[in-house]
């Protein structure tokens, strides 16, 4: 798990993972707001500091609208944007080489179907020695147990679950 005490923003990176038009648009829209506000005030914060910012997309086949990132997502130019083609970006992109290029060894993790590809993110960089932070309120399942349960006692033994909130002041105080 993460140190809460220390957040190196030189070898730190945020991952938005599936924050598609077709993903979101199974939530209600006070979800998806919720989602994506909260996401974009965690990527403003993290740029702030030098962090980069990194958008994961699930493209299995053709690109459709439902596959684009959502419109009231901010991407800034020049931010990396990968297509996966499974739930984890390990296992069909270079994110891994990218990040190691850069002497990233933290990830903050938020992302879209928490029982999936947060979930599956989580395991393989856990596997990959990467120190990892779950924003509970970044994420999201359509099934409210299954979140609670996943953010309250299996994503714990591999990732430190703060919310939004409590990274955004742990990262003001680096």
């Known amino acids: ?96 080489e990218r990040l190691k290029k850069q002497g990233i060894n933290t990830l903050v993790i938020l992302g879209v179907y928490t029982g999936g590809a947060v979930l599956s993110t989580v395991k393989w960089a856990a596997e990959m020695d990467y120190q990892m932070f779950v924003l509970s309120d970044c994420c999201a399942e359509r099934d409210e147990e299954v979140q609670r349960v996943l953010m309250a006692k299996v994503l714990t033994h591999k990732t430190t679950v703060l919310t939004a909130k409590s990274f955004l002041e742990l990262l003001a105080g680096s």
Not at 68 to 76: C, K, M, S
């Open 1 to 96: 798990m993460a140190d809460t005490a220390l957040i190196d923003r030189n070898k730190t990176a945020v991952i938005i993972i599936d924050f598609q038009v077709g993903s979101l648009g199974f939530f209600p829209k006070e979800i998806e707001d919720g989602l994506i506000s909260r996401a974009n005030q965690v990527s403003a914060a993290a740029r702030q500091k030098g962090i980069p910012v990194i958008f994961l997309r699930f493209q299995k086949a053709e690109r459709t609208p439902d596959t684009e990132l959502h419109p009231q997502l901010v991407v800034q130019s020049g931010e990396l944007v990968l297509a996966k083609k499974k739930s984890s970006p390990f296992s069909t992109t270079d994110l891994d």
